[in-house]
């Protein structure tokens, strides 16, 4: 629970602007973060911003109940 209450901690203070902000399709493609095929940003930040957004709230909901969180990422 410690863990879940730093990362929902966090991520509250990562706004949709600033996500905007730091996202860089060359950053991702170096780091070959998935997909591969990242092309166009406004696009790609359309298609994540609720995914983002769900997360922040998962987070937020597991540190408010004081539950641990399994994150597992392929």
């Known amino acids: 629970p ?31 973060i998935y997909p591969a095929s990242w092309e166009d940003a406004e696009e790609e930040l359309e298609y994540i911003r609720p995914y983002y957004r769900e997360l922040v709230n998962f987070f937020q909901r597991a540190a408010e109940a004081d539950d641990a969180m399994l994150l597992y990422i392929n």
Do not use: G
């Open 2 to 32: 410690t863990e879940v209450h730093a990362v929902a901690a966090a991520l509250r203070t990562i706004s949709i602007a600033d996500l905007h902000a730091r996202f860089d399709l060359s950053t991702l493609a170096t780091a070959d």
